[in-house]
């Protein structure tokens, strides 16, 4: 009997993953999707082909399993971009933005699922994480705050507890969390479609700290289910480089200007400045950061501006 079967034409849970170069990565991916995975759950994986070089690309014949499916997009649409394209071929009740530099420990769907369906007031989910080496890594955050950058999440955590629970603790029940990482995010199907999806101004960075806002604006809440586990390689498809350092400032930015307003995020900005300063003093590679940040991380200098189509 299939359970979490389709309803008014939904599957249970759609998985959307993003390939950028890193082929091998995907398939280990999808692989363990599928081995974990309740077969009596009704999942469809849909993997996007996000633009990648012809020596990383997915193909679309890539899997002759009915549950996968290929799309293609001919650039890099970036994160967000690329799962709100995912998102156009299939609805589910639930949708789990995974990535591809991660592989299953157990069942994440069915712990996530399961959790989600028995509590209707939660809109975003997910598990616990860990690293290349076995080690727990933390998969919730605080959202950021200029209060936080000054005084530190640690003291924060003192006076608010709830607000601020330790990232580093070990849960052996689901606890409500301010945000979830971007590497496994499990939302509520017709939450996130009354949302729009997405914010695609968002091309690499914050975007799940823009969706926890919207979530919890939403009235719903965001939980860590340590049930469910996962194993969260990193650094998969991009090395770091100052033209990523710059698109996350880029991102932050917009985050603050969407969620804060000018005023907030004029102080942020020099805040910012300050700190970057001080490092670029130490660091000679910095200033340009610098010089960056100061012009107001213009758009047009992000990377989404700077590739051509495949």
Known sequence: MVTGESRMGRHAVGVSILNYNSAALTRTAVASILEKTDPALDFRILVVENGSSSAGRISPEEWSDARVQVVTSRINLGFAGGHQFALQFIRARYYF??????????????????????CPDVGLATGRCLGADGGERPS???????????????????????????????????IDVPMVTGSALFVRGDLLES?????????????????????RTAGQRICFVPGACFCHLGGGSMPVQLALRKEFYLSFLYYLR?????????GFWGFLLAKLFSRALRQKDSWALWWFVIRG????ESLRFRQQMN
Request: proline letters at 5%.
């Open 97 to 118: 933005f995974f990535n591809n530099d991660a592989y299953f420990v157990n069942d994440v769907l069915r712990a996530l699922f399961d959790f989600m369906d028995a």
């Open 258 to 266: 969407k969620h804060h307003g000018a005023l907030y995020t004029l």
């Open 140 to 174: 919730f955050d605080y959202l950021p705050g200029l209060l936080r950058s000054l005084v530190g999440s640690g003291i924060l955590r003192r006076i608010h507890p709830a607000r601020y629970p330790d990232r580093h603790a070990r849960y052996e029940r689901p």
């Open 297 to 300: 991380a213009p758009m047009r």
């Open 195 to 215: 949302l729009g999806g997405l914010d695609t101004g968002f091309f690499l960075y914050c975007e799940e700290e823009d969706l926890a806002r919207r979530v």
